[in-house]
């Protein structure tokens, strides 16, 4: 421990590093740079994944299969259990589970699997069912209503 680590008492920003002040500083002359080089230069900077001239592995490594991240539907999914939280009668929305904080995807699409329990009479409107939560959703004398992608009514099954 140090008097002036004491004394410093949590400094927001650390000191700044003055390089080329002379060869005592041990950063003097080449400024930590080296000699010769690209690194040497100034605006100098290599970017991430570059191996120095070396093939780099992103373009080593074979590419293989379809890909189809920018086009995917991304759906909030929640399990029949988790709905259980609700009172009795209610309407589950996406809206409803979001701002309970039952999930925390926010996408626009909403969709109802069937792991777990439901022992209450929920109307549950999503733009998709497993056949299993629907199943137990209906047991538990509850309503399906199933969406479409704009989250108008399909179609009400009892």
Do not use: C
């Amino acid at each position: 421990m140090e008097l002036r680590t004491i004394l410093a008492k949590g400094t927001k920003y650390e000191r700044r590093h003055r390089v080329g002040r002379g060869p005592g500083s041990g950063n003097g002359k080449t400024s930590g740079r080296g000699h010769k080089g690209w690194g040497q230069r100034s605006g100098a900077r290599r970017r991430p994944g570059y191996e120095g001239g070396q093939m780099p592995i992103y373009r080593r490594v074979p590419k293989r299969g379809f890909k189809n991240a920018r086009f995917r539907t991304d759906y909030t999914v929640l399990n029949v259990g988790r709905l259980d939280s609700f009172e009795a009668g209610s309407v589950v929305t996406l809206e409803s589970v979001i701002e309970r904080g039952l999930a925390s995807l926010d996408t626009n699409l909403f969709k109802v699997l069937g792991q777990g329990e439901l022992t209450r009479a929920l109307t549950v409107r999503a733009q998709k069912f497993s056949q299993s939560a629907a199943e137990k959703i209906r047991a538990a004398g509850g309503t399906v209503v199933l969406l479409d992608e704009k989250g108008r009514e399909v179609e009400e099954q009892a």
